[in-house]
């Protein structure tokens, strides 16, 4: 929607098809198309990147935005699945989308944008981890494990700073 007064057109991802069928009726105002698409999946980055050279020959603007809040502790005997899934969502995925997209978004003089998370610098803020157990059946502090999620939005910010390097004036 707020994109809607700059006349840009707009190319978005969900995981559901019915989210993507929600989303698209809220903006469709915009010239906007959705994708069902898990992009965990390999090939599914690329399929992103050229459907969206396919409908508009350009990217212009690339924001990062997938995420997934995973928590578990390091005592947790599902700690390492927490950690793989967090880590192909919060990481390689938005590493791998932007890799691909960055040929376009430099040719153009784009922008990539990363949604991180106050996690990645206070992995321990109290009221982080209380908003959590609010959301959880658990209702003890030490049942709330933030090392993958915060490991993962800590590692964006690393990344986004490299590209400031790797894109020079871009």
């Not at 809220?26 to 898990?38: H, P």
């Not at 399929?47 to 947790?76: C, M, P, Q």
């Amino acid at each position: 929607r707020h994109l809607s007064p700059h006349d840009c057109k707009v190319m978005y991802y969900l995981h559901s098809d019915d989210k993507v069928k929600s989303v698209f009726h809220k903006i469709k105002l915009l010239s906007a198309l959705g994708l069902q698409l898990d992009l965990t999946i390999p090939g599914s980055v690329a399929k992103l990147v050229n459907e969206t050279i396919k409908a508009y020959g350009r990217i212009d603007i690339l924001v990062n935005n997938a995420g997934i809040g995973s928590f578990a502790t390091i005592g947790d005997p599902a700690f390492n699945d927490v950690y793989h899934s967090s880590r192909a969502v919060n990481e390689e995925v938005q590493v791998e989308v932007t890799r691909l997209a960055a040929p376009y978004i430099v040719k153009n003089n784009g922008t990539v944008i990363f949604t991180s998370s106050l996690f990645a610098r206070n992995p321990v803020c109290k009221i982080f981890i209380e908003m959590i157990i609010s959301l959880r059946e658990s209702n003890s502090l030490l049942d709330v494990g933030t090392s993958a999620y915060s490991m993962g939005k800590n590692a964006l910010i690393a990344f986004a700073m490299t590209l400031m390097h790797d894109l020079g004036s871009n």
